[in-house]
């Protein structure tokens, strides 16, 4: 049981902004939604892969398209 089964869900809130600050255990991500609420969260490395991953999968990206080559000129 995770202490959340009689809470109802909240309404989800509109993104207005985010930021990722890196920091000694790993990254800060700091989420403000457009009702002025925000919310800070501490990221390890690898939770941040993961979300990278999952971004990757929802918007159909590879690896490839964000490689860039250095004798193009």
Do not use: C
């Not at 089964?5 to 939604?33: C, H, Q, S």
């Not at 690898?46 to 990757?56: F, G, S, Y």
């Amino acid at each position: 049981m995770t202490g959340t089964e009689d809470k109802p869900m909240a309404e989800p809130k509109n993104l207005e902004r985010f930021t990722l600050e890196e920091t000694e255990e790993g990254y800060l991500l700091i989420v403000g939604a457009d009702d002025g609420q925000t919310v800070e969260v501490n990221v390890t490395p690898d939770q941040l892969d993961a979300i990278i991953d999952a971004l990757n999968d929802v918007l159909g990206a590879d690896d490839e398209a964000f490689e860039f080559d250095d004798d193009e000129d």
